[in-house]
């Protein structure tokens, strides 16, 4: 059992008059023992059943019922009980109870809290087979549904009238389930929008070596890059940084490969796929050393050295041009510019194939190079957006919610 699974949230439990009431206080039990709080709404009816009592008892809370006096109107008004939840549960939902939710009717507590509520619905209904068969609560549960409510039950099985057949309500285990499984999908489309998507990223310089102990290098931090590994992760993405020599402290909550030249993190790149999120931020070095010595090379007299380079791969071009399912499904490069930075970062999306191009303006007058800010344009087909100076950090957490942005409606449009 997660003992916390249900930690801090408050629920609004509406107890109906059936016999499947006594399940109630099973039921509570099991909600308070996973964290969340119960406070307790009977009908008049589900007080011929348990006692407000034994309810009051397991909530550790006063029970709600319609014989309330102006002192707990004072105390709690039906609307502020119904907003103050994060959950109302309705158990039993009597086949009454329910009819008088699909008129919209307000004549008891129970009734009046759930018109007023704002907060989302889950019922478990308890009824005779017949009662459950019967035209008019089917089309009361058609209306029901339609208004959002969600249902947990009725199960087949023997019934206390004597009777076989759909009516049973859901035992407790399964009202909790479904309680924590909304709670899930409450925290996945509030809080965690790149669930079930991966993400790689490059970040930091590259070092590419002269001999065992010199390097060709450049001043990258990787501050940027390590940043938005760690904004994708923290929107749900399963993350994969392939960072270069940095000191940037590795991100939390993602798998890091550390890597230094240009090669080594192509390689680390395509044995990260498949990936549906790259972003290259990595200062890679454009040249390594043809042939790197394997001493340390000593000085011959002469006045000067020289080194051939070559070329390095490009990795975001790379991973760019992969076709088929290898390809993710969003690639994003960066482009620091002095001087006309959208047009020159225009270009780069063009020549790179990539889909978007944080374009980040470096020139001296911003002040920006090596510090802790950024002001960047995003480039992409749809043309540049502008987006306001602010710290790595910031726009890092921008260009996540970005991207969940563009996956959201990706996913709309198919
Ligand atoms: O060509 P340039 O270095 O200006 O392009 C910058 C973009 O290309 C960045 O996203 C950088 O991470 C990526 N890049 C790369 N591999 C290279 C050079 C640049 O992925 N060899």
Redesign the pocket.
């Known amino acids: 059992m997660d003992k916390s699974s249900l930690e801090a949230k408050r629920i609004l439990l509406i107890i109906g008059g059936g016999i499947a009431a006594y399940k109630c206080l099973e039921l509570i039990r099991r909600l308070r023992e996973r964290g969340a709080g119960v406070r307790a709404i009977m009908t008049g009816a589900a007080r011929e059943f348990v006692t407000p009592l034994s309810v009051s008892s397991l909530t550790g809370e006063k029970v709600f019922t319609d014989l309330f006096d102006l002192t707990d109107e004072a105390e709690m008004g039906h609307i502020e009980l119904s907003r103050d939840a994060d959950l109302l549960v309705v158990a039993p939902a009597t086949a009454d109870l329910m009819a008088r939710m699909a008129g919209g009717l307000a004549n008891d507590l129970a009734t009046t809290a759930l018109l007023a509520t704002d907060k989302p619905v889950l019922i478990a209904p308890a009824m005779n087979v017949r009662m459950w068969e019967h035209a008019a609560t089917q089309r009361n549960i058609t209306t029901l549904k339609r208004d959002g409510i969600s249902f947990v039950g009725p199960n087949e099985g023997d019934m206390a009238c004597g009777e076989f057949g759909p009516g049973r309500m859901a035992e407790p285990m399964e009202i909790v389930a479904a309680v924590e499984a909304h709670f899930g999908e409450a925290a996945f489309a509030a809080g965690q929008p790149l669930k079930g998507l991966k993400a790689l990223v490059?970040s930091g310089p590259t070092h590419e070596p002269i001999d065992p102990v010199r390097y060709i290098a450049n001043r990258s931090s990787g501050k940027q890059g390590h940043a938005i590994a760690a904004a994708l992760a923290a929107l749900g993405a399963e993350t994969v940084l392939v960072a270069g020599p940095s000191t940037t402290p590795d991100p939390a909550g993602v798998s890091v490969h550390h890597v230094e030249t240009?090669n080594e993190?192509?390689a680390a790149c395509e044995a990260a796929l498949p990936a549906d999120i790259a972003i290259?931020?990595?200062?890679?070095?454009?040249w390594r050393v043809e042939a790197s010595a394997d001493q340390k090379m000593k000085k011959n007299g002469e006045d000067g050295l020289h080194l051939k380079l070559k070329q390095?791969?490009?990795?975001?071009?790379?991973?760019s041009s992969l076709k088929g399912k290898k390809r993710p499904r969003l690639v994003?490069?960066?482009?620091?510019e002095t001087e006309k930075v959208i047009a020159h970062a225009t270009d780069?999306l063009k020549?790179?194939g990539?889909d978007w191009?944080v374009a980040n303006d470096v020139s001296p007058a911003t002040g920006i190079m090596g510090g802790d800010d950024n002001l960047v344009h995003i480039i992409s087909a749809q043309g540049a957006e502008d987006w306001p100076r602010a710290s790595k950090r910031e726009v890092a957490g921008r260009l996540a919610h970005r991207i969940a942005d563009h996956f959201k409606k990706g996913k709309s449009a198919t």
């Open positions: 490059t240009a993190m192509l290259c931020a990595a200062a890679v070095a454009d390095n791969p490009d990795i975001l071009a790379t991973l994003v490069g960066f482009a620091a780069k020549r790179k990539c191009i």
